[in-house]
T-cell receptor
């Protein structure tokens, strides 16, 4: 697997609390992506980054923000978590747009 | 924007038989088509991809075919084995798009 890790791997939180998920890569890839995966919806893009401090929205960005202050880290923040954000979150990296490699995932439960 | 439709959503085949999963895309400018395999509880992993300048690509028991005119591409798995059981995702992207668009996924079950 490509050098990509996610933390935490599991998290349970309460509605209304802020949550930050971290994606860390050791590949020096330019592109980084955050997806959520829910039954029946496949992989849906939340936000992505095409360089340090360069980010853009995906198809399901409402309620999420991201930051990338250095090449190796891409943070996903839920400002005020809701039950609808209970999901498995995957980070992905790619040197070019193609050939994305996924991290191990974070299972988030919002009670 | 690009839209990718994947069929069937579930597929069950006997061990040793072949399996075919098909995806259609909407944007004729799309030029890169990867397939990912996701085993239960694991991350999606790239298993094969094809670019628009070729019509077919093979890697052992798996192959992908592309029909640019009809805007569809397919994953073919021959001599299926129990370890082929997984969810398979197709995707598409075009030059300059900066992202992949994924299909909804196909749950493939290989029956012994």
């Amino acid at each position: 697997d490509a050098g990509i890790t996610q933390s935490p791997r599991h998290k349970v939180t309460e509605t209304g609390t802020p949550v930050t998920l971290r994606c860390h890569q050791t590949e020096n890839h330019r592109y980084m992506y955050w997806y959520r995966q829910d039954p029946g919806h496949g992989l849906r893009l939340i936000h992505y980054s095409y360089g340090v401090k360069d980010t853009d929205k995906g198809e399901v960005s409402d309620g999420y923000s991201v930051s990338r202050s250095k090449t190796e880290d891409f943070l996903l923040t839920l400002e005020s978590a809701t039950s609808s954000q209970t999901s498995v979150y995957f980070c992905a990296i790619s040197r070019e747009v193609n050939e994305q490699f996924f991290g191990p995932g974070t299972r988030l439960t919002v009670l | 924007g690009e839209n990718v439709e994947q069929h069937p959503s579930t597929l069950s085949v006997q061990e040793g038989d072949s399996a075919v999963i098909k995806c259609t895309y909407s944007d004729s400018a799309s030029n890169y088509f990867p397939w990912y395999k996701q085993e239960l509880g694991k991350r999606p992993q790239l298993i094969i991809d094809i670019r628009s300048n070729v019509g077919e690509k093979k890697d052992q028991r798996i192959a992908v075919t592309l029909n640019k005119t009809a805007k569809h591409f397919s994953l073919h798995i021959t001599e299926t084995q129990p370890e082929d059981s997984a969810v398979y995702f197709c995707a598409a992207s075009k030059e300059g798009a900066q992202k992949l668009v994924f299909g909804q996924g196909t749950r493939l079950t290989i029956n012994p």
